[in-house]
């Protein structure tokens, strides 16, 4: 624990932290379904997973052939078991023929030293 004591105005001002260290470890990164198939009008989910260490603060981008981001869910944290396990899905509704091809996950560490990369590739069917 850090203690931090000051004056203020003339009185004693006393603050305590708890110092943290993060984590930077992001290991078996991978989106699932891969590959994905689904049919033209129909809804598509996506996860992008992987594992971490307790403290693990990171931020997921998707990247869409369309460009389209229906509806990016919040990031999951599975504690508490280690590995922990984060992820963020993404779903496209009434999916089209543009939506087919590679999708991208990128995670980036807090401080934006560190990227990790997975990609799936989507097939769309019908006209």
């Given at each position: 624990?850090?203690?931090?004591?000051?004056?203020?105005?003339?009185?004693?001002?006393?603050?305590?932290?708890?110092?943290?260290?993060?984590?930077?470890v992001l290991k078996k990164l991978k989106i699932t379904p891969d590959p994905a198939?689904?049919?033209?009008?129909?809804?598509?989910?996506?996860n992008c997973t992987g594992e971490t260490t307790h403290n693990g603060i990171f931020t997921f981008q998707w990247h869409t052939p369309a460009n389209r981001?229906?509806?990016e869910k919040p990031g999951k944290?599975?504690?508490p078991s280690l590995p922990i396990v984060v992820s963020k899905s993404i779903t496209l509704?009434?999916?089209?023929?543009?939506d087919a091809g590679v999708y991208n996950c990128?995670?980036?560490l807090f401080d934006s030293t560190k990227r990790k990369h997975a990609s799936a590739n989507v097939a769309v069917f019908g006209e």
């Open positions: 624990m850090l203690t931090c004591v000051t004056k203020v105005d003339g009185e004693e001002v006393v603050s305590n932290y708890i110092p943290q260290r993060i984590s930077n198939r689904v049919l033209v009008g129909d809804t598509l989910d996506l981001s229906d509806s944290y599975i504690p509704l009434k999916v089209t023929t543009k990128t995670v980036v």
